[in-house]
């Protein structure tokens, strides 16, 4: 099993800067790739980001060049970097971890609020 908590979601101002972190624990070595998805009121759940284990990294167009995901494997953390934040990146940010057998786990979400 591999467990992940997020922590960093807040109230942010239009245009504003925040940066969502992912701790993943457990059965680590399963992991293929490491991301985030959003999923906004009444909307279905959208894939910001994702990182592989070899480094390559896969955006929605809808963060590109806005949104900066990284990882640090000494911390088994994930990173979403999110600046020039808009009210429709508005919504609750859940971490996932995509294993090399195929599954999928989930973090509890973060709320993220862009306010305008």
């Known amino acids: 099993q591999v467990q992940l908590v997020e922590s960093g979601g807040g109230l942010v101002q239009l245009g504003g800067s925040l940066s969502l972190s992912c701790v993943a624990s457990g059965a680590i070595f399963r992991i293929n790739a490491l991301g985030w998805y959003r999923q906004a009121p009444g909307k279905q759940r959208e894939l910001v980001a994702t990182i592989f284990s070899g480094g390559s990294t896969k955006y929605a167009d809808s963060v590109k060049g806005r949104f900066t995901i990284s990882r640090d494997n000494a911390k088994n953390t994930v990173y979403l970097q999110m600046s020039s934040l808009k009210p429709e990146d508005t919504a609750v940010y859940y971490c996932?971890?995509?294993?090399?057998?195929?599954?999928?786990?989930w973090g509890q979400g973060t709320q993220v609020t862009v306010s305008s």
């Open positions: 996932y971890a995509h294993t090399y057998s195929g599954f999928d786990h």
